[in-house]
Protein backbone atom coordinates (compact mmCIF):
# COMPACT_ATOMS: atom_id res chain seq x y z
CA UNK A 1 0.00 0.00 0.00
CA UNK A 2 1.12 3.83 -0.10
CA UNK A 3 3.72 4.85 2.52
CA UNK A 4 3.87 8.01 4.27
CA UNK A 5 3.72 11.08 1.84
CA UNK A 6 4.71 14.84 3.12
CA UNK A 7 4.40 18.01 0.77
CA UNK A 8 5.52 20.28 -0.06
CA UNK A 9 8.92 18.52 -0.99
CA UNK A 10 10.50 21.43 -0.81
CA UNK A 11 9.95 24.90 0.05
CA UNK A 12 11.75 28.02 -0.01
CA UNK A 13 10.26 31.09 2.06
CA UNK A 14 11.17 34.55 3.71
CA UNK A 15 11.97 35.38 7.18
CA UNK A 16 9.21 36.29 9.28
CA UNK A 17 6.57 34.05 6.66
CA UNK A 18 4.49 31.25 8.16
CA UNK A 19 4.65 27.79 6.59
CA UNK A 20 2.83 24.61 6.75
CA UNK A 21 4.32 21.43 6.10
CA UNK A 22 1.79 18.60 5.78
CA UNK A 23 2.41 14.44 6.39
CA UNK A 24 0.09 11.64 5.41
CA UNK A 25 0.61 8.94 7.42
CA UNK A 26 0.02 5.06 6.31
CA UNK A 27 -4.03 4.28 6.47
CA UNK A 28 -4.77 2.49 9.79
CA UNK A 29 -1.76 3.80 11.99
CA UNK A 30 -2.20 5.27 14.80
CA UNK A 31 1.17 6.86 15.80
CA UNK A 32 2.63 9.87 13.81
CA UNK A 33 6.24 11.61 14.79
CA UNK A 34 7.48 14.83 13.50
CA UNK A 35 11.14 14.91 13.06
CA UNK A 36 13.64 17.64 11.87
CA UNK A 37 17.24 17.16 10.65
CA UNK A 38 19.06 19.86 10.24
CA UNK A 39 22.55 20.12 7.84
CA UNK A 40 25.24 17.61 9.15
CA UNK A 41 23.19 16.94 12.25
CA UNK A 42 21.46 14.06 13.42
CA UNK A 43 17.73 13.80 13.49
CA UNK A 44 16.01 15.97 16.42
CA UNK A 45 12.29 14.44 17.91
CA UNK A 46 9.52 17.42 17.28
CA UNK A 47 6.23 16.09 18.57
CA UNK A 48 4.24 12.85 18.56
CA UNK A 49 0.74 11.68 18.14
CA UNK A 50 -1.20 8.74 19.26
CA UNK A 51 -4.27 8.27 18.73
CA UNK A 52 -6.83 10.88 20.36
CA UNK A 53 -4.70 11.68 23.41
CA UNK A 54 -3.12 14.72 23.82
CA UNK A 55 -0.16 15.03 21.67
CA UNK A 56 3.29 15.09 23.20
CA UNK A 57 5.38 18.70 22.18
CA UNK A 58 8.11 18.28 24.40
CA UNK A 59 10.58 18.54 21.12
CA UNK A 60 9.21 21.40 19.96
CA UNK A 61 12.14 24.80 19.83
CA UNK A 62 10.05 27.18 20.20
CA UNK A 63 6.10 28.37 20.76
CA UNK A 64 6.87 29.51 17.01
CA UNK A 65 6.09 25.64 16.36
CA UNK A 66 2.39 23.79 16.36
CA UNK A 67 1.08 21.11 15.01
CA UNK A 68 -2.32 19.28 14.73
CA UNK A 69 -3.94 16.08 13.62
CA UNK A 70 -7.20 15.77 11.86
CA UNK A 71 -9.55 12.58 12.40
CA UNK A 72 -6.64 10.90 13.52
CA UNK A 73 -4.87 11.29 10.11
CA UNK A 74 -3.41 14.12 8.55
CA UNK A 75 -1.12 15.87 10.52
CA UNK A 76 0.26 19.46 10.09
CA UNK A 77 3.01 21.29 11.17
CA UNK A 78 3.39 25.33 11.41
CA UNK A 79 5.91 27.26 11.72
CA UNK A 80 5.33 31.33 12.45
CA UNK A 81 7.37 33.90 11.86
CA UNK A 82 10.06 31.54 10.38
CA UNK A 83 13.78 32.00 11.34
CA UNK A 84 16.83 31.29 9.05
CA UNK A 85 17.74 28.86 11.62
CA UNK A 86 14.21 26.65 10.92
CA UNK A 87 16.21 25.69 7.79
CA UNK A 88 15.95 22.14 7.71
CA UNK A 89 14.35 18.59 6.16
CA UNK A 90 11.38 17.98 8.60
CA UNK A 91 10.30 14.39 8.51
CA UNK A 92 7.50 12.91 9.25
CA UNK A 93 7.05 8.89 10.64
CA UNK A 94 4.44 6.78 11.48
CA UNK A 95 4.04 3.81 13.45
CA UNK A 96 1.35 0.98 14.08
CA UNK A 97 -0.43 0.60 17.30
CA UNK A 98 2.15 -1.52 18.88
CA UNK A 99 5.07 0.97 17.83
CA UNK A 100 7.15 -1.11 16.05
CA UNK A 101 8.49 -0.02 13.06
CA UNK A 102 8.97 3.25 12.01
CA UNK A 103 8.18 3.88 7.96
CA UNK A 104 9.27 7.66 7.70
CA UNK A 105 7.77 9.84 4.73
CA UNK A 106 10.66 11.17 2.45
CA UNK A 107 10.45 14.67 4.08
CA UNK A 108 9.86 18.37 3.30
CA UNK A 109 13.42 20.29 2.53
CA UNK A 110 12.49 24.20 4.28
CA UNK A 111 14.89 26.96 3.15
CA UNK A 112 14.29 30.37 4.90
CA UNK A 113 16.42 33.00 3.58
CA UNK B 1 25.75 14.09 26.77
CA UNK B 2 23.84 12.06 24.17
CA UNK B 3 21.45 9.98 25.00
CA UNK B 4 22.53 7.30 21.73
CA UNK B 5 26.22 7.14 20.81
CA UNK B 6 27.64 6.07 17.62
CA UNK B 7 30.32 4.98 16.24
CA UNK B 8 32.40 5.48 14.34
CA UNK B 9 31.03 8.50 12.61
CA UNK B 10 32.47 7.89 9.20
CA UNK B 11 33.75 4.28 7.85
CA UNK B 12 35.17 3.76 4.80
CA UNK B 13 35.48 0.18 3.29
CA UNK B 14 36.55 -1.87 0.47
CA UNK B 15 33.78 -3.92 -1.23
CA UNK B 16 33.31 -7.53 0.26
CA UNK B 17 34.59 -6.62 4.14
CA UNK B 18 32.41 -6.92 7.01
CA UNK B 19 31.43 -3.95 8.43
CA UNK B 20 30.42 -3.10 12.20
CA UNK B 21 28.96 -0.13 13.85
CA UNK B 22 28.29 0.42 17.20
CA UNK B 23 25.65 2.18 19.16
CA UNK B 24 25.66 2.85 23.00
CA UNK B 25 22.84 4.32 24.60
CA UNK B 26 22.25 5.36 28.50
CA UNK B 27 18.50 5.89 28.72
CA UNK B 28 15.56 2.92 28.96
CA UNK B 29 14.32 1.89 25.98
CA UNK B 30 11.20 0.03 24.52
CA UNK B 31 12.96 -0.97 21.93
CA UNK B 32 16.06 -0.04 19.43
CA UNK B 33 16.02 0.74 15.49
CA UNK B 34 18.61 0.73 12.80
CA UNK B 35 17.91 3.47 10.08
CA UNK B 36 18.94 3.84 6.67
CA UNK B 37 19.44 6.73 5.15
CA UNK B 38 20.68 7.42 1.39
CA UNK B 39 21.91 10.46 -0.11
CA UNK B 40 19.32 12.60 -0.90
CA UNK B 41 16.99 9.70 -0.08
CA UNK B 42 14.68 9.23 2.47
CA UNK B 43 14.81 6.78 5.82
CA UNK B 44 14.17 3.64 5.74
CA UNK B 45 13.78 1.63 8.68
CA UNK B 46 16.10 -1.70 9.11
CA UNK B 47 15.24 -3.65 12.17
CA UNK B 48 13.74 -3.09 15.60
CA UNK B 49 14.92 -5.08 18.30
CA UNK B 50 14.23 -5.10 22.15
CA UNK B 51 16.60 -8.09 22.86
CA UNK B 52 19.41 -10.83 20.94
CA UNK B 53 19.68 -10.84 17.62
CA UNK B 54 17.68 -9.97 14.08
CA UNK B 55 19.35 -10.96 10.51
CA UNK B 56 17.73 -9.44 7.41
CA UNK B 57 20.07 -10.88 4.01
CA UNK B 58 23.75 -9.45 5.08
CA UNK B 59 22.62 -7.31 7.78
CA UNK B 60 22.51 -8.67 11.47
CA UNK B 61 21.76 -6.67 14.68
CA UNK B 62 22.04 -7.67 18.17
CA UNK B 63 21.18 -5.77 21.23
CA UNK B 64 22.42 -6.24 24.70
CA UNK B 65 20.16 -4.56 27.22
CA UNK B 66 22.58 -5.17 30.41
CA UNK B 67 25.12 -3.46 28.68
CA UNK B 68 23.08 -1.34 26.71
CA UNK B 69 24.94 -1.87 23.69
CA UNK B 70 23.83 -2.58 20.18
CA UNK B 71 25.44 -3.36 17.00
CA UNK B 72 24.61 -3.70 13.28
CA UNK B 73 26.97 -6.13 10.94
CA UNK B 74 27.02 -5.51 6.82
CA UNK B 75 28.88 -8.78 5.71
CA UNK B 76 29.91 -8.72 2.26
CA UNK B 77 29.93 -5.24 1.92
CA UNK B 78 28.70 -3.50 -1.64
CA UNK B 79 29.15 -0.08 -3.20
CA UNK B 80 24.99 -0.10 -2.70
CA UNK B 81 25.31 -0.35 0.94
CA UNK B 82 26.54 3.00 1.26
CA UNK B 83 24.42 5.43 3.52
CA UNK B 84 23.92 7.04 6.76
CA UNK B 85 22.83 4.39 8.99
CA UNK B 86 21.23 5.67 12.39
CA UNK B 87 20.88 4.15 15.53
CA UNK B 88 17.59 5.22 17.32
CA UNK B 89 16.31 4.26 20.46
CA UNK B 90 12.48 4.44 21.70
CA UNK B 91 12.37 5.76 25.16
CA UNK B 92 10.34 4.45 28.06
CA UNK B 93 7.78 7.38 26.86
CA UNK B 94 6.74 8.59 23.75
CA UNK B 95 10.08 9.90 22.75
CA UNK B 96 12.64 8.53 20.25
CA UNK B 97 16.69 9.28 20.60
CA UNK B 98 18.85 9.29 17.74
CA UNK B 99 22.37 8.90 17.53
CA UNK B 100 23.90 11.37 14.83
CA UNK B 101 24.44 8.74 12.37
CA UNK B 102 27.30 6.83 10.42
CA UNK B 103 28.74 7.40 7.26
CA UNK B 104 29.53 4.37 4.92
CA UNK B 105 31.34 4.27 2.19
CA UNK B 106 31.86 1.50 0.39
CA UNK B 107 34.96 1.23 -2.29
CA UNK B 108 34.60 -0.84 -5.64
Known amino acids: GAGVSQSPSNKVTEKGKDVELRCDPI?????LYWYRQSLGQGLEFLIY????????KSGLPSDRFSAERTGGSVSTLTIQRTQQEDSAVYLC???????????FGPGTRLTVL | KNEVEQSPQNLTAQEGEFITINCSYS?????LHWLQQHPGGGIVSLFM???GKKKHGRLIATINIQEKHSSLHITASHPRDSAVYIC??????????FGTGTSLTVIP
Open chain 1, 93 to 103: ASTDAGRLRQF
Open chain 2, 27 to 31: VGISA
Open chain 2, 88 to 97: AVGGTGNQFY
Open chain 1, 27 to 31: SGHTA
Open chain 1, 49 to 56: FQGNSAPD
Open chain 2, 49 to 51: LSS
